[in-house]
């Protein structure tokens, strides 16, 4: 299985980005995804998850700016992310529930 992650980008606070990360590889659906993300100096932390079946859990740091969907039929999961903040600053990663790991993105919110 490949991930391919992308739609980072430079923003400014306040503004908003989504996130694509594409699997490929696999004949079967992906079942559980999750986005994370690692600030410089800091360690990795989850972000959003998502199941098979469409229920998501969040960071408290994120609960009610972040969305996170999925698009079986493309074997897509999204993050849209909304009032950006500073702190929101990272490489941004999907991964499945299996541990196959995408690239990540840069997300950069300038103040």
């Known amino acids: 299985v490949q991930l391919q992650a992308s739609g980072g980008g430079l923003v400014q606070a306040g503004g908003s980005l989504r996130l694509s990360c594409i699997a490929s590889?696999?004949?079967?659906?992906?079942?559980?995804v999750g986005w994370y993300r690692q600030a410089p100096g800091k360690q990795r932390d989850a972000v959003a998850r998502?199941?098979?079946?469409?229920?998501?859990n969040y960071a408290d740091s994120v609960k009610g700016r972040f969305t996170i969907s999925r698009d079986n039929a493309k074997n897509t999961v999204y993050l849209q992310m909304n009032s950006l903040k500073p702190e929101d600053t990272a490489v941004y990663y999907c991964?499945?529930?299996?541990?196959?790991w995408g690239q990540g993105t840069q997300v950069t919110v300038s103040s």
């Open positions: 991964a499945t529930a299996s541990g196959y």
């Open positions: 590889g696999s004949s079967r659906r992906i079942n559980g």
């Open positions: 998502i199941t098979s079946g469409g229920s998501t």
